[in-house]
């Protein structure tokens, strides 16, 4: 399939199960880097990876998972600031409200 573009587009079916069955069985065939290619950074496929490789009494190394998506947001330049999207959300709804109170 082409760099940027997902393995099952344009795949045919008879149905839309017959279509996610396929979808499911080519997702599990592929790697975590043949998912994510042209989409996501390598952590992402190495989380993947990783916990594809576990069997189901494994307990996840949970400092490696950290560690990986940890240096990732650094390297994008991002800083933990404590701002958080609900954070913002329920910030503006207050705000919102606290208007509509207000004559």
Not at 88 to 93: G, R, S, Y
């Amino acid at each position: 399939f082409a760099r940027g573009s997902l393995p099952w587009q344009g795949l045919k079916a008879a149905t839309d199960d017959e279509k996610d069955t396929r979808i499911k069985e080519m997702k599990e065939g592929l790697s975590g880097e043949a998912l994510c290619d042209g989409f996501l950074p390598g952590e992402f496929a190495a989380y993947i990876d990783y916990t594809r490789r576990l069997a189901f009494g494994d307990k996840p190394d949970y400092s490696y998972l950290r560690r990986l998506f940890h240096r990732l947001f650094r390297l994008e330049g991002f800083e933990h600031d404590y701002v958080f999207d609900w954070t913002v959300m329920l910030f503006d709804e207050m705000q919102s409200e606290v208007n509509l109170t207000v004559p």
